[in-house]
């Protein structure tokens, strides 16, 4: 079996970190990193081989259609329920806007359906986290948010989602500013296991 660079791999897991819009520069990230993250996402582990991630990536003024739909849609659901708030209806619209790229995240459930809901939600998350690692090795921020249209059954179709499948949110990436470093926080690991001898 092939042999890696253990300190590396454990420096790079260690030194991941949720990097927001606010911390991005206006240089956008090369779309070639961005296959790369898709591409190491799609080496995750999944039960039965269903593959179950599902990405929409965009940039440019596909970032605008996306604050476009994520906006008009809450106005629609909003004012059918009555709250309604222009303030979001704003932010909704601009934020897709602060980042270079964002990659919205579905997990598309296996039709034969044998294999767990749980089990394909955390097939995708660790797709996720191969393209937080992999953002992190080339020094690109990231971070995945599960705000705006999220949890609107609505919002399944515009996604390429189906009723039984499910939208997980969006992971937003970007170039990071220079110096910024965030210092990780975890409690110990003893606090958290348990050894059965």
């Known amino acids: 079996m092939t042999k890696f660079d253990t300190q590396s791999v454990n420096d790079l897991i260690r030194n991941r970190r949720s990097i927001y819009p606010a911390q991005y520069t206006d240089e956008p990230v090369d779309d070639a990193i961005i296959k790369e993250m898709l591409e190491n996402a799609n080496w995750?582990?999944?039960?039965?081989?269903t593959e179950p991630w599902r990405f929409m990536v965009f940039k440019g003024e596909g970032l605008k259609k996306l604050g476009e739909f994520q906006s008009n849609l809450y106005r629609e659901v909003s004012t059918r329920n009555g709250n309604f708030n222009e303030a979001t209806?704003?932010?909704?619209?601009?934020k897709p806007l602060t980042a270079s790229h964002v990659i919205?995240?579905?997990?598309?459930?296996?039709?034969?359906?044998?294999?767990?809901e749980v089990e394909e939600v955390a097939a995708v998350s660790m797709a996720v986290q191969n393209?937080?690692?992999?953002?992190?090795a080339y020094g690109v921020g990231c971070y995945w948010g599960t705000g705006g249209v999220t949890f609107?059954?609505?919002?399944k179709a515009f996604f390429g989602l189906g009723e039984n499948d499910k939208f997980l949110g969006f992971l937003f990436v970007g170039n990071v500013m220079e110096g910024f470093a965030p210092q990780g926080r975890r409690n110990p690991i003893e606090d958290k296991v348990s050894w059965v001898w």
């Open 44 to 49: 995750a582990p999944t039960h039965k081989l």
């Open 131 to 136: 393209m937080y690692l992999t953002a992190t």
């Open 104 to 116: 919205a995240i579905g997990m598309k459930r296996d039709e034969r359906g044998f294999v767990p």
């Open 89 to 94: 209806f704003e932010k909704l619209a601009t």
């Open 152 to 155: 609107y059954p609505e919002a």
